[in-house]
């Protein structure tokens, strides 16, 4: 071989290893004290139903009920007016434990006035979201905590909410946000204005943002049961000293798609509801059912595109990004047909390949379809829809994704010690 071939070959072979090293090496999360969510909804705009009326929220109080993943001895709170056409007055807010889950009675001995900038009273323009200041407030892990709010005058018609809280806040006339628990009071099931909650936690601490559709918002989970596959999840790993340091939190909206929600792009709804969550480090997918749903061709190559981008998107902030299997529809006259069960397969056969680029996958569909019949869903499983599944499915869907985090953990420990 001629010295100039020799020379020829070796700058080549020294560019392939620029560009191997170029943009492929993930950043990485340095491990530090410092904000960590433990407890997250995804924002919405109320439609009418949504809206409460009798008593509305001007003026008056709401008691709303939230389910800390870790614990800690300081906390702070987020609200967020982002679809609010005027400015949102909120005159008090409180944050106690509540006895139970479902009961709007408080330990009152815990009983916490949260403040803003030193004021017990906060003004949050339209399209904005202000979080509070740090609050010296002890809860431990897994424990409902009641956010009680005193509005002004100032609320927008249609508040900003999380449709779908599979649990009930509470409103009453005038100023409560002290009282150990309502009479005479309005029933709904959204949260309203309250985004996240977060708490100050050591280097080590991770949050698990589990994203994105009804299955992961629990609509099918027992009501005021807190039994939502991603709060399934959050209990297996408090239940192990060796993954109590994981915070896990959903950021699910019922009706979401891969390809957009409304006005909304996936890219800005992960720029806000992933990549916005304090101390994210992992996020875990499954979403696209519901643009299955609409598909009149085979949409599933435009399917794994989006989940591409997403993959790029987050290893290029150093954040590991798993799927979950789309879950079997089969029965569900409105989502099931041969086409949609073609592409659903396809979509998961993609996220279950070597190559998908994913740091892991949970089969959730196998771990909940009938071994005779991938397409459909155990009836032990089923919610009644078909679809989404009940707090069973969701507790078998959970221990899929522990074990797929475990995997994941042991590892990246194995790769240190290398």
Known sequence: MSRKRIISLAICFAMALGLCGCGSKRPVIEPVDGWYATWAAAAAEAEYEQVPLNPSLRGNTCRQQIKASVGGSQIRLTFSNEYGKSALELESVHIARLFGAGDPKIDVSTDTAVTFGGSESVTVHAGQTVTSDAVN??????????????????????????????????????????????????????????????????????????????????AGSTYNGFDSWPESLSAIMQADPA??????????????????????????????????????????????????????????????????????????????????????????????????EKIRRSVNEFIASPDSGFDGYADFSQVLCYAENPSKMQSVYDSGDALNPNAAGCSAMAKAAAEMLRDSFAKEAAAKEK
């Open 137 to 218: 407030f002890s809860f431990e892990a897994l424990d409902v905590l009641a956010v009680t709010s005193k509005f002004g005058e100032n609320v927008p018609s249609y508040p900003t909410c999380h449709p779908d809280a599979g649990c009930t806040s509470w409103i009453v006339e005038g100023n409560s946000v002290s009282e150990e628990t309502f009479s005479e009071m309005e029933l709904m099931s959204s949260w309203y204005f309250l985004t996240m909650a977060e708490t100050w936690a050591k280097a080590g601490t991770e949050t698990v943002v589990c994203f994105r559709d009804s299955v992961t918002d629990g």
């Open 243 to 340: 993954t109590s340091n994981i915070s896990v939190v959903g950021s699910a909206l019922s009706g979401s798609s891969l390809f957009g929600d409304g006005a909304e792009s996936v890219k800005e709804r992960f720029e806000r509801d992933v990549f916005g969550i304090p101390g994210v480090h992992r996020v875990i997918l499954i979403v696209g059912a519901n643009d299955i749903l609409g598909a009149q061709y085979d949409i599933s190559e435009e399917m794994i595109a989006e989940y591409k981008k997403i993959i790029e998107e987050c290893h290029g902030r150093g954040i590991s990004v798993y799927a979950g299997t789309l879950t079997p529809f089969e029965g569900n006259t409105v989502y099931y047909s041969e086409l949609h």
